[in-house]
């Protein structure tokens, strides 16, 4: 597992699971799995449809989603949007088969000081990241260390 | 919530871009004004705005002010992602149990 800390207001974490994709896709996409290690939830892997992830104090609470990509055993991208509006970041699982029928997961969360999405879906999902807000980010980032 | 309005302030482009200048150097509005093409009252209301999220600190020298980013101001930012920064790697570890008792 590695956590890439070279872009300050993205979280990259990867890891390799014993599993196939198939078999971690399901524990990504069906409700009842995906809640016995994230949230409860009412997922359906379609893009364009809206779930809640039901939060704790954890995450600051309810999480709004939004599926932006979901290609079955590959890719699964979703908007991540803090009760009020508070965060309005986009996770992103990568799936892909290792040579020993395993799976290498990746996540990617980010958007941390991005705009608000409202619409803009199909740009999230094709450049999900500004340069400028992550020069803005490292700058003060810089600053504050 | 703070980061809300961290999150507002800095989506603003203009805005963003005076951050950026300032997390370089202190500088006055009218330094400011030079790289922009907006009016300086404008400048000023967008100063204003960063300044109110806690984003930028002024100082004042007789009766001229000068701007420069606040290191404290993104800690709130910061906190949120370092608490998601811990959040996915434990959920990951639940994740492999889940996988383990699925079974094939």
Same mark, same amino acid.
């Given at each position: 597992?590695?956590?890439?800390?070279?872009?300050?207001?993205?979280?990259?974490?990867?890891?390799?699971?014993?599993?196939?994709?198939?078999?971690?896709?399901?524990?990504?996409? $069906?409700?009842?799995?995906?809640?016995?290690?994230?949230?409860?939830?009412?997922?359906?892997?379609?893009?364009?449809?809206?779930?809640?992830?039901?939060?704790?104090?954890?995450?600051?609470?309810?999480?709004?989603? $939004?599926?932006?990509?979901?290609?079955?055993?590959?890719?699964?991208?979703?908007?991540?949007?803090?009760?009020?509006?508070?965060?309005?970041?986009?996770?992103?699982?990568?799936?892909?088969?290792?040579?020993?029928?395993?799976?290498?997961?990746?996540?990617?969360?980010?958007?941390?000081?991005? $705009?608000?999405?409202?619409?803009?879906?199909?740009?999230?999902?094709?450049?999900?990241?500004?340069?400028?807000?992550?020069?803005?980010?490292?700058?003060?980032?810089?600053?504050?260390? | 919530?703070?980061?809300?309005?961290?999150?507002?302030?800095?989506?603003?482009?203009?805005? =963003?871009?005076?951050?950026?200048?300032?997390?370089?150097?202190?500088?006055?509005?009218?330094?400011?004004?030079?790289?922009?093409?907006?009016?300086?009252?404008?400048?000023?209301?967008?100063?204003?705005?960063?300044?109110?999220?806690?984003?930028?600190?002024?100082? =004042?020298?007789?009766?001229?002010?000068?701007?420069?980013?606040?290191?404290?101001?993104?800690?709130?930012?910061?906190?949120?992602?370092?608490?998601?920064?811990?959040?996915?790697?434990?959920?990951?570890?639940?994740?492999?149990?889940?996988?383990? !008792?699925? !079974?094939?």
């Amino acid at each position: 597992m590695t956590d890439d800390k070279a872009r300050d207001d993205t979280i990259i974490v990867e890891c390799t699971l014993d599993e196939p994709p198939e078999q971690v896709w399901r524990a990504l996409t $069906e409700p009842a799995l995906l809640a016995a290690w994230l949230m409860p939830n009412d997922i359906r892997p379609e893009v364009g449809d809206h779930f809640v992830l039901q939060g704790d104090a954890d995450t600051g609470g309810t999480i709004d989603c $939004e599926v932006l990509a979901a290609e079955p055993h590959h890719l699964l991208r979703y908007s991540w949007r803090g009760g009020e509006g508070r965060l309005d970041t986009v996770v992103t699982f990568e799936l892909s088969g290792t040579p020993s029928g395993g799976t290498h997961l990746r996540i990617v969360h980010d958007g941390f000081a991005t $705009e608000p999405v409202h619409g803009t879906v199909t740009m999230l999902a094709v450049a999900p990241r500004r340069p400028p807000t992550r020069t803005v980010m490292q700058a003060g980032l810089r600053l504050a260390a | 919530m703070v980061e809300t309005e961290i999150f507002r302030a800095l989506a603003d482009p203009t805005r =963003r871009a005076i951050f950026e200048r300032l997390a370089r150097r202190e500088m006055s509005v009218s330094e400011l004004k030079a790289g922009f093409d907006v009016s300086q009252p404008a400048i000023s209301q967008h100063l204003a705005a960063l300044r109110g999220v806690g984003l930028v600190a002024e100082r =004042r020298e007789g009766k001229f002010a000068y701007y420069r980013v606040d290191p404290k101001g993104l800690a709130p930012l910061v906190n949120w992602i370092d608490r998601y920064r811990t959040f996915w790697p434990a959920r990951i570890d639940k994740l492999k149990d889940v996988l383990k !008792g699925m !079974g094939k």
